[in-house]
């Protein structure tokens, strides 16, 4: 299973892009890079998942180099709302199917 | 329904009883996750349901810990002479079936947790 490792915190302003790294270096040939977000007393929320390259949804962007080794969450103009816990996932397809939490990215946007 | 529902949403016993926690998870979810998280830790794997049966247990710290999901919709967790290191968030979450949707499956709806307080 591939674990990663991401920063434990980041801080940013209102209105700027914030960009949130993950290093998955034992990702295998069929695994998915995902990333979640988790408010206060909240479960996780799903943001977006990509195989390689660049994903972009309504919330984000997603940047994948071509070995795959790490992952760039993007957040557009973020705002205080965005403040929150960011968690980068590997899914691996295997006989069984586990997901592998870290500790997250805590990011505070300040106004 | 439209979202995971998780019942109680709190729950507050004393060392050495017993207690269910209910998931209800999306209609047409046939894979069933249940998660411990504690403060400032991420979420923690117990077990993985795939329809009726638990596809991966391995999660689950002992034997006091035991989940059910007898009908492939609602699922509990059950924990037997709960201890104070119980004490935790436990979330579910539901999602697409791998074979129906290998990427589908990667995308998993939580539900808002139920927090255990046992003392």
């Known amino acids: 299973l591939a674990k990663t490792t991401q920063p434990i915190s980041m801080d940013s302003y209102e209105g700027q892009e914030v960009n949130i790294t993950c290093s998955h270096n034992n990702i295998a040939t069929n695994d998915y890079i995902t990333w979640y977000q988790q408010f206060p007393s909240q479960g996780p929320r799903f943001i977006i998942q990509?195989?390689?390259?660049?994903v972009t949804n309504e919330v984000a962007s997603l940047f994948i180099p071509a070995d795959r080794k790490s992952s760039t969450l993007s957040l557009p103009r973020v705002s205080l709302s965005d403040t929150a816990v960011y968690y980068c996932l590997v899914a691996s397809y295997g006989s069984n199917y586990q997901l592998i939490w870290g500790a997250g990215t805590k990011l505070i946007i300040k106004p | 329904g439209a979202g995971v529902s998780q019942t109680p949403s709190n729950k507050v016993t004393e060392k050495g009883k017993y207690v269910e926690l209910r998931c209800d998870p999306i209609?047409?979810?046939?894979?069933l996750y249940w998660y411990r998280q504690s403060l400032g830790q991420g979420p923690e794997f117990l077990i993985y349901f795939q329809g009726t049966g638990a596809a991966d247990d391995s999660g689950l710290p002992n034997d006091r810990f035991f989940a059910v999901r007898p009908e492939g919709s609602v699922s509990t967790l059950k924990i037997q002479r709960t201890e104070r290191g119980d004490s935790a968030v436990y979330l579910c979450a539901s999602s697409l079936e791998r074979t129906a949707s290998p990427v589908g499956a990667n995308v998993l709806t939580f539900g808002a947790g139920s927090r255990l307080t046992v003392l």
């Open positions: 209609s047409g979810h046939t894979a």
């Open positions: 990509g195989y390689k390259t660049k």
